[in-house]
């Protein structure tokens, strides 16, 4: 018998690490070990936005380790956004969540 197992944390990243107008950056977001194998979404001023495919792979304890990624294109107008990451555990009913604010570089301080 397999023990449930919720996600304990999710940690976003960016590639690359700064962002620049008109060009596409991708936001990467790993949860921690769950069992199930926990789904993960993604958030944009609280809004829900669609991001690629959910993956998992072996994680601790006999859970599994989540991803998932989006895709930006980076505007100046995206300074300060914030987009939050969720991983939700369906069969514990739990959820953990991590946010980053987008930080975009100005041309001429202008944003």
């Not at 669609?50 to 380790?65: A, C």
Request: hydrophobic share 35%; net charge negative; glycine share 6%.
């Amino acid at each position: 018998m397999s023990l449930f197992i919720p996600p304990d944390h999710v940690k976003i990243r960016q590639e690359p690490i700064e962002l620049k107008p008109n060009e596409e950056a991708t936001l990467i977001c790993d949860s921690s070990s769950s069992n199930p194998p926990a789904k993960l979404s993604w958030w944009r001023e609280g809004i829900p936005v669609q991001g690629l495919v959910n993956t998992s792979k072996p994680g601790l304890h006999g859970g599994s380790v989540s991803s998932i990624e989006m895709k930006v294109n980076v505007t100046e107008q995206m300074n300060g956004i914030v987009y939050t990451c969720q991983a939700h555990n369906e069969a514990l009913q739990r959820s953990v969540h991590d946010a980053i604010t987008l930080q975009v570089l100005c041309t001429y301080l202008i944003c």
